[in-house]
Each structure stands twice: as C-alpha cells, then as structure tokens.
Nanobody
C-alpha cells in the first residue's frame, strides 16, 4: 500500500505559477512510476504528466507541454508538478497517482494508488 497526499494547490491569476507536491508513504517510493492527472468540473479525469522510476523519462499531455514540469525526489518520497504560464482552462482538481510497475503509462486505470486531490483555480 502507498498513501499519497497532494499539496500546493490554490487560486492564481492567469500567467502565474504554482508548484504541486505529492508526498508518498508506505512502500518504497522509487519502485513506483508517478503521474499527475486532473479533473475539471463536468469533465472526465485526464492525464497531465508522468515520470519513470529514475527520472530519466518524462511525458506530458499536449495541453501542458512546455508549461508544466514533473519531477521527483526519491530521497524525499515526493513528486512535484511545476506549473507555469497557467491558463483558466488549467482549473481542475489535480491528483497524483502511483503505479507499481517499471513502465510509465498515461492511462488512469494503470495506476494503483491515488491521492485525494488538490484544487487549482486559475482566474482570468
């Protein structure tokens, strides 16, 4: 079992930045592929970014590419999402997810563990 707790969400103006954190506990963090997903009101949950076990590979949704950066610190059992140049359409609840497998995935059903989510609101 892995427990995930997100933090860092909030209200920001368009063009601003936020950094989300997701702290993991319970199992060996470096054994898990990590990802961020988001869900806006009335929409399905969508993939944002993932990072592999060693941080050697990252992948982003087209909608956030060039603006968001995913990173992890295995010594701190934490994954981050740096979000720059935020847009109103980035408004959503952001979830971190963990997958106990060596290969990354952008499909939500491939992830075994989820955090409770943190709200990000971008005003225009």
């Amino acid at each position: 079992q892995v427990q995930l707790v997100e933090s860092g969400g909030g209200l920001v103006q368009a063009g601003g930045s936020l950094r989300l954190s997701c702290a993991a506990s319970g199992r060996t963090f470096s054994n898990y592929v990590m990802a961020w997903f988001r869900q806006a009101p009335g929409k399905e949950r969508e993939f944002v970014a993932h990072i592999n076990l060693s941080s050697s590979s990252t992948y982003y949704a087209d909608s956030v590419k060039g603006r968001f950066t995913i990173s992890r610190d295995n010594a701190k059992n934490t994954v981050y999402l740096q979000m720059n140049s935020l847009k109103p359409e980035d408004t959503a609840v952001y979830y971190c997810a963990a997958r106990e497998f060596r290969y990354s995935s952008s499909r939500s059903y491939d992830y075994n563990y989820w955090g409770q989510g943190t709200q990000v609101t971008v005003s225009s």
